[in-house]
């Protein structure tokens, strides 16, 4: 089952997310074929870093929730707010997504 995790920064937390960016694209990169979708939340300026929104396939809230506790921004307390929520997705996706190679 699908599950979207919103992942809300601290605030000032730009540094600890810079330090912590390659361990975090490792994380997800071991679970690269169940990623529906993935990417940082931005500020208005369109540049600034201020969370993230994953959709990844898991056999259970509980995976999803036992994956979230390890992953590396999590660990490391970059975050100020989580939700963890089942999705279906019911609309072919045309718009944001870059080209397959």
């Known amino acids: 089952m699908l599950f979207s995790i919103t992942l809300i920064d601290k605030p000032g937390a730009l540094a600890l997310r810079q330090q912590r960016r390659p361990e975090h694209k490792a994380y997800l990169g071991a679970v690269a074929e169940r990623i529906a979708f993935a990417g940082p939340l931005l500020a208005d300026d369109g540049q600034t870093m201020v ?19 390890g992953e590396p921004f999590t660990r490391a307390g970059l975050y100020a707010a989580t939700s963890v929520y089942a999705f279906q997705n019911l609309w072919p996706q045309k718009a944001g997504f870059p080209p397959a190679h």
Do not use: M, P
């Open 51 to 69: 969370g993230s929104l994953l959709v990844i396939d898991f056999a259970s809230r509980e995976a999803a929730q036992e994956w979230l506790a």
